[in-house]
């Protein structure tokens, strides 16, 4: 069974950081590429950041462009978000996704999170003074 567990969130002051983490059991994620995406209170979900599975070719959503760096450690089957400089518009809950689909990142990241094959329950970021 596929499954993704997220981690890493909580409370944290603006201009604050946090790194998430994103596991992966039952599958290698190695083969696959990895969305992050986020959904604040009575916000639609986007897409925060996609990395692919193949050449590294990572995207992101130009609202954390320069402030968020996304990460894979195969050896660990674990995706990272570094989360620089966050803001009290960072607030949401943070998901993870995982797809095998030879898309580009830019085509992934425009996906849904359900689209996706695999995707965590989610781990709350709260930026707040």
């Known amino acids: 069974q596929l499954q993704l567990v997220e981690s890493g969130g909580g409370l944290v002051q603006p201009g604050g950081s946090l790194r998430l983490s994103c596991a992966a059991s039952?599958?290698?994620?190695?083969?696959?590429?990895i969305g992050w995406f986020r959904q604040a209170p009575g916000k639609e979900r986007e897409a925060v950041s996609c990395?692919?599975?193949?050449?590294?070719?990572?995207y992101y959503a130009n609202s954390v462009k320069g402030r968020f760096t996304i990460s894979r450690d195969n050896a660990k089957n674990t995706v990272y978000l570094q989360m620089n400089s966050l803001k009290p518009e960072d607030t949401a809950i943070y998901y993870c996704?995982?797809?095998?689909?030879?898309?580009?990142?830019?085509?992934?990241?425009?996906?849904?999170?359900?689209?996706?094959?695999?995707w965590g329950q989610g781990t709350q970021v709260t930026v707040s003074s």
């Open positions: 996704a995982a797809d095998r689909s030879p898309f580009t990142v830019q085509a992934m990241c425009a996906m849904t999170l359900f689209d996706f094959d695999s």
């Open positions: 039952g599958f290698t994620l190695d083969s696959y590429a």
């Open positions: 990395i692919s599975s193949s050449d590294g070719t990572i």
